[in-house]
Structures are given as C-alpha cells and as structure tokens.
C-alpha cells in the first residue's frame, strides 16, 4: 500500500505491471489532494490481506470511504474482488466497487482466447460490474474470451486520466456508453439470451 496523497480513497489493482503504471501516473499528478491511497492487490492473496488495510488507514490517520477494485476481466479477478468486497465488510470497510472509468477503457483492448465460461457462472461473476457493463462482459467469458489489464498499456492509461477533471470520478464513474464491449468487439447479448446450460438462446450473435 503507498500513501500517495490524502483524498480518502483507496484503488487496489491486481497485476504489476498496471500497479506500475497507476502509480506512476497518480505519484505524479499535479493536485495532490486528488489522489488517495494505492494498493497492489496480487490476486487472492487480497482476499486474506485486505483486513491489513483498516490497520494502515488507523496507523496512518488516513481513513477512506470509499474502496475501488481494478482486476483482469476473467472469472478468478472478479470473483477475487467479490470476496475481497466481503471481507472489507466484515472489518468495517466500505465496500469494494469496480473502477468502472478503467474498466471501460480496459474492455475496448484487444481479448484472449480462454476456455469458456458457464453462462450461470459468468453471470454471477460478473454481478459485481456495473449493470451498463456486466452483462456484456458476461457474454465475453461466455465466448471463451478475457481482458488481461495489459490490454490497457501505459499510454493509454495516460491519455484516459486526464487532470483536467477531477480525478475520483474519472477513476470510480466513467461515461455510460451504450455497450462499451458490443462496441469493440462486434455485439454481445444480454443475460436473458444467455441460456442456463451456457448456450446461447435463438443462436451465436
């Protein structure tokens, strides 16, 4: 965890190399009081260290309100983050939300090849996302398809926060596009064409 300014927020992010390339980017940014606290989160050893957290927030005098999550879009990062969002709970954090600003930027790079999801368990995965994101992403693990956060590389990353807004927003919010996945990669179905036996009804999209 790295203390990078006072805002009292906290953004957890699963890979090195986007854990990196995020402090980088909020160490340097020009209005200090903007930026929270950062953490690497290292897959499920989150789920065991998160409780760490409120200790660090106390030690520090620096508590947060609010907990942000960015993880690769596959099925152990999101179920990662649901159950780190319940051990925070239970030790008094807020709970955790998706980082939905990366999220959508991370959704319009370039998918892996993956086994395929079953539809039941990509949707339960997924209930975490947002309601304008989830069901798109659920249809991609569906697919056989996932999003690694090296698909969103550091110039891009550059160029999606930009100091001329405020940057919890940027980061917690994003836009509200129609359907940031059916957009960049060619039309996604909703749940209710998802089938419960993880075909999809009426035929592929």
Request: hydrophobic share 45%; glycine share 10%.
């Amino acid at each position: 965890m790295f203390e990078l300014g006072p805002a009292p927020w906290m953004l957890i992010v699963e890979n090195t190399a986007a854990f990196t390339n995020l402090r980088e980017i909020l160490g340097a940014w020009p209005d200090r009081g903007q930026v929270g606290w950062l953490g690497f989160g290292s897959g499920d050893q989150l789920i065991a260290s998160i409780p760490t957290a409120l200790a660090s927030f106390r030690e520090r005098d620096h508590p947060v309100d609010t907990l942000l999550m960015y993880a690769d879009l596959d099925l152990d990062g999101l179920h990662c983050a649901q159950q780190a969002s319940h051990h925070a709970q239970i030790v008094g954090l807020p709970p955790l939300l998706p980082a939905t600003g990366l999220y959508q930027a991370l959704l319009t790079g370039q998918p892996r090849s993956h086994p395929p999801a079953a539809a039941s368990e990509a949707l339960t995965a997924t209930a975490w996302l947002p309601p304008h994101i989830a069901p798109s992403v659920a249809r991609l693990l569906a697919d056989g398809l996932v999003l690694r956060q090296e698909a969103l590389p550091l110039p891009r990353l550059r160029a999606l926060l930009t100091p001329d807004a405020p940057l919890l927003p940027q980061l917690r919010d994003g836009a509200l596009p129609a359907d940031p996945v059916g957009q960049a990669h060619g039309g996604l179905h909703s749940p209710e064409e998802l089938s419960p036996q993880g075909r999809l009804q009426g035929g592929a999209g």
